[in-house]
């Protein structure tokens, strides 16, 4: 019995000896392997780091954008740049995944534009069809946007990804055109956020942003009321200082309430719209129209009755100028003068308005829009 028990143990010994010496050179193996540091502060053992042969410690990944803001107007072809390099310099052809983003003006959220790897890419939502890679140059990611809409303006990033390396910049593109106050038939300050947001979409434009306001302020817009802008803030634009609008002793400036609360706070709204892709013109009758006589008569002469962008629009960029007042979409009577003159109100340019008149009885002209 004893002898068997001693078998035993001298097998097990014998068999625990085996497996030490075996991990031992199982560790000997995997220390002698090489360890590649990547850019991200973590090690790879024998890894190529980025699926392209080669080894993070060696090669930097950058991206090079414009750095000014990018100027376009509405239906235009608009170019993105966007180049990448690496250092020290790699003569390799190297297969990269290019995206480009759409941020929120808080950048708290993006929306994909175009996502390409080599010769194969998808364009997502409303840039589907209206976006693609400009590659002409060796190493080139650049974006072009075709018939660029009032939504296109903000912030976008280009993102170039080669295995772990990921990099990226921000290319600012800002719209071309005229910001104008407003509220709705049913008098100052009716409007949450969303609704103003709406009002705006309704009259051909968009809800306008502090720096289209701002500039609208350099350019000479003034106006007392309150009105929302697209980041949530209400404000409103002042280059002549009087008591009712801040007070005399008060410089001239952009006022802000600050952000409020969008769904229960109401004011008026500053809107922006860009370039017609059509024509607007005044049609008349010597009888003149009530309102749904003034959308008869521009739906027979092959247009439809003018919205408010339209309006500003045409005042804006075709130096559009009519001394006569006309309905447009949203009920109200409105005429637009370029060169100021007796009799046709202020002596500053601008759209005037008459205000909502009743629809039925009201007596005007009309401004209609033909699609070009």
């Given at each position: 019995?004893?002898?068997?028990?001693?078998?035993?143990?001298?097998?097990?010994?014998?068999?625990?000896?085996?497996?030490?010496?075996?991990?031992?050179?199982?560790?000997?193996?995997?220390?002698?392997?090489?360890?590649?540091?990547?850019?991200?502060?973590?090690?790879?053992?024998?890894?190529?780091?980025?699926?392209?042969?080669?080894?993070?410690?060696?090669?930097?990944?950058?991206?090079?954008?414009?750095?000014?803001?990018?100027?376009?107007?509405?239906?235009?072809?608009?170019?993105?740049?966007?180049?990448?390099?690496?250092?020290?310099?790699?003569?390799?052809?190297?297969?990269?995944?290019?995206?480009?983003?759409?941020?929120?003006?808080?950048?708290?959220?993006?929306?994909?534009?175009?996502?390409?790897i080599g010769l194969r890419h998808r364009s997502f939502g409303e840039f589907r069809g209206r976006v693609y890679l400009q590659q002409n140059e060796e190493r080139e990611a650049s974006l072009v946007i075709t018939d660029v809409r009032l939504e296109d303006?903000?912030?976008?990033?280009?993102?170039?990804?080669?295995?772990?390396?990921?990099?990226s910049s921000i290319v600012e593109l800002e719209l071309r055109g005229v910001v104008f106050p407003y509220q709705p038939h049913?008098?100052?300050?009716?409007?949450?956020?969303?609704?103003?947001?709406?009002?705006?979409?309704?009259?051909?434009?968009?809800?306008?942003?502090?720096?289209?306001?701002?500039?609208?302020?350099?350019?000479?817009?003034?106006?007392?009321?309150?009105?929302?802008?697209?980041?949530?803030s209400v404000q409103y634009p002042i280059t002549l200082p009087r008591g009712p609008c801040g007070g005399k002793g008060n410089s001239a400036g952009v006022r802000t309430y600050g952000q409020r609360h969008k769904n229960l706070?109401?004011?008026?709204?500053?809107?922006?719209?860009?370039?017609?892709?059509?024509?607007?013109?005044?049609?008349?009758?010597?009888?003149?129209f009530n309102f749904d006589e003034a959308v008869k008569a521009c739906r027979d002469d092959g247009g439809q009755i003018a919205k408010v962008g339209q309006?500003?629009?045409?005042?804006?960029?075709?130096?559009?100028d009519r001394c006569e007042a006309g309905w447009v979409a949203d009920g109200s009577v409105r005429y637009p003068i370029a060169f100021p003159r007796p009799k046709c109100g202020p002596s500053e340019p601008g759209v005037r308005s008459f205000g909502f008149p009743r629809r039925e009885n009201g007596k005007f002209g009309v401004y209609c829009f033909k699609m070009s």
């Open positions: 019995m004893k002898k068997k028990m001693f078998t035993l143990t001298c097998g097990f010994q014998q068999g625990f000896s085996i497996m030490r010496f075996v991990l031992t050179v199982i560790l000997l193996q995997l220390v002698s392997l090489p360890v590649c540091p990547a850019q991200n502060g973590a090690f790879y053992i024998n890894g190529n780091g980025n699926g392209n042969g080669e080894h993070y410690n060696s090669v930097k990944l950058h991206i090079e954008t414009q750095k000014d803001r990018l100027f376009a107007y509405r239906g235009e072809n608009v170019t993105l740049t966007c180049h990448y390099r690496y250092e020290p310099v790699v003569n390799m052809t190297r297969k990269v995944r290019v995206k480009w983003s759409k941020l929120n003006m808080d950048f708290s959220k993006e929306s994909d534009v175009i996502v390409a303006y903000g912030k976008y990033k280009c993102e170039v990804i080669d295995g772990l390396e990921d990099e049913h008098g100052r300050y009716q409007l949450n956020f969303h609704d103003a947001k709406q009002a705006c979409e309704e009259q051909d434009a968009m809800i306008a942003s502090f720096e289209q306001l701002f500039q609208a302020w350099e350019d000479g817009l003034d106006w007392c009321n309150a009105g929302w802008l697209m980041d949530g706070h109401r004011y008026d709204v500053f809107c922006f719209a860009s370039t017609l892709k059509g024509k607007l013109y005044f049609l008349r009758h010597p009888m003149k309006l500003y629009a045409a005042w804006k960029f075709l130096k559009f």
